[in-house]
């Protein structure tokens, strides 16, 4: 049961756009289309921003957005916010024994 | 309002146990799968155990798999975690979280947390 790959951290200006990636095996993100991705404030508990690959909740900008290609997931924030900065993690059904695997995290910072 | 609130945490001594609780509201508590998902200080999240909508399936990670059990009683709606034989590496913030029943990692729904810490 190994983490998904995530860069540690990533960085941009306002306005910018940033991409976190996220890459498994065959076993996990490329074997199911189950990847989401959440949003974690210090101090709180994680939102969901991402499910099933590519959709988005009720109530989540459209300037998250997501794709699969292989055995990597990639999230992309486009018109980075101040509000965006904040940890995200990716996480990927992995099978009827493991059930979820989730990345090691990515500090977005908003410079 | 939907909502899943945690308690039971607490400071035990290595090779202890501890029983975490999550109540559900707001929401038709056997339609959904639940989980419990962990967070070391400063740490990412960690996938603890899952359990079936009606309880007759459960999945825990091989980091606690014989130590752990998670359990649902339905008609109170309540989730639990029995910790047994703790170690040190299970100080975490535990989370439970559900899922939807069409989206199996759509984690939407998320308590606060009950931080467990593990020390002698």
């Known amino acids: 049961q190994s983490a998904l790959t995530q860069p540690r951290s990533v960085s941009g200006s306002p306005g910018q756009s940033v991409t976190i990636s996220c890459t498994g095996t065959?076993?996990?993100?490329?074997?199911?289309?189950?990847v989401s991705w959440y949003q974690q404030h210090p101090g709180k508990a994680p939102k969901v921003i991402i499910y099933?690959?590519?959709k988005r909740p009720s109530g989540v900008p459209d300037r998250f957005s997501a794709s699969k290609s292989g055995n990597t997931a990639s999230l992309t924030i486009s018109g980075l916010q101040a509000e965006d900065e904040a940890d995200y993690y990716c996480?990927?059904?992995?099978?009827?024994?493991?059930?979820?695997?989730f990345g090691g995290g990515t500090k977005v910072t908003v410079l | 309002q939907v909502q899943l609130v945690e308690s039971g945490g607490g400071v035990v001594q290595p090779g202890k146990s501890l029983r975490l609780s999550c109540e559900a509201s707001?929401?038709?508590?056997?339609?959904?799968?639940l989980h419990w998902v962990r967070q070391a200080p400063g740490k990412g999240l960690e996938w603890v155990a899952s359990?079936?909508?009606?309880?007759?399936?459960?999945l825990h990670a091989d980091s606690v798999k014989g130590r752990f059990t998670i359990s649902r009683d339905n008609s109170k709606n309540i989730l639990f975690l029995q910790m047994n034989s703790l170690r040190a590496e299970d100080t975490a913030l535990y989370f439970c979280?559900?899922?939807?029943?069409?989206?199996?990692?759509?984690?939407?729904?998320w308590g606060q947390g009950t931080m467990v810490t593990v020390s002698s």
């Open positions: 065959s076993s996990d993100v490329g074997g199911y289309n189950y």
């Open positions: 099933d690959v590519s």
């Open positions: 979280a559900r899922t939807t029943p069409r989206s199996i990692v759509n984690f939407d729904i």
């Open positions: 996480c990927s059904y992995a099978g009827t024994y493991t059930y979820a695997t």
């Open positions: 707001g929401f038709t508590f056997s339609d959904f799968a």
């Open positions: 359990i079936s909508f009606d309880g007759s399936n459960g």
